[in-house]
């Protein structure tokens, strides 16, 4: 069955970097893509963007340009995505998803990792 | 910017009920790239219905969508009690992919 395992929780002080790992499996990696989803505590759900495990191109919200990047390792089916500049209001639960190509409909998702930024 | 809003923000049912949640879209959705997702405390969310209308695999038909264009409902045929939770209608074209910003159905 399709499994998607997050990396664990991380604690960062502001102007930090966090690099959260995603490690994919039961299905063939390099026919889909990859979303990253952040929530806030209590909040809903903000779309950061996307990346192609094969051609590894990415495609970003304008919210994220210049602070996120995302990479893939596909000898590990590991996705990665690393946010920059941390600050307060960054403070979430992460979530890679199984994104169908072109589409980007999320339809597996990972179990989340919480950062936390604080000082 | 495309803005999904979500009605109402509470819905108090008892089970057994019959639970309509609205999605309205503040442009036209192209294709129909109109889902829903369930999510419970502590879990990330679930898929529960894709293209306004597909349930995939492995969810019960008491969950149904409809709508196109602008408008969309979910609606839970009879509540069980695993169903009290959030629900995210998310608008998967475009950038950003937006989401709705959620109702929560609660136990009466």
């Known amino acids: 069955q399709v499994q998607l395992v997050q990396s664990g929780a991380e604690v960062k002080k502001p102007g930090a970097s966090v690099k959260v790992s995603c490690k994919a499996s039961g299905y063939t990696i390099i026919n889909y893509d990859f979303n990253w989803v952040r929530q806030a505590t209590g909040q809903g759900l903000e779309w950061m963007g996307w990346?192609?495990?094969?051609?590894?191109?990415?495609g970003f919200a304008q919210k994220f340009q210049g602070r996120v990047s995302m990479s893939m390792n596909t000898s590990t089916s590991t996705a990665y995505m690393e946010l920059h500049s941390l600050r307060s209001e960054d403070t979430a639960v992460y979530y890679c998803?199984?994104?169908?190509?072109?589409?980007?409909?999320?339809?597996?998702w990972g179990q989340g990792t919480l950062v936390t930024v604080s000082s | 910017e495309f803005v999904l809003t979500q009605s109402p923000g509470t819905l108090s049912l008892s089970p057994g009920e019959r639970a309509t949640l609205s999605c309205r879209a503040s442009?036209?959705?192209?294709?129909?790239?109109l889902a829903w997702y369930q999510q419970k405390p502590g879990q990330p969310p679930r898929l529960l219905i894709y293209?306004?209308?597909i349930r995939p695999t492995g969810i019960p038909d008491r969950f149904s969508g409809s709508g196109s264009g602008t408008d969309f409902i979910l609606t839970i045929t009879r509540l069980e009690p695993e169903d009290f939770a959030v629900y995210y209608c998310?608008?998967?074209?475009?950038?950003?992919?937006?989401f709705g910003q959620g109702t929560k159905v609660e136990i009466k």
């Open positions: 990346m192609n495990p094969d051609s590894k191109n990415a």
């Open positions: 293209g306004a209308s």
């Open positions: 998310h608008h998967y074209d475009g950038s950003p992919r937006t």
């Open positions: 442009q036209s959705v192209r294709y129909n790239y």
């Open positions: 998803t199984r994104a169908v190509r072109f589409q980007l409909l999320s339809d597996s």
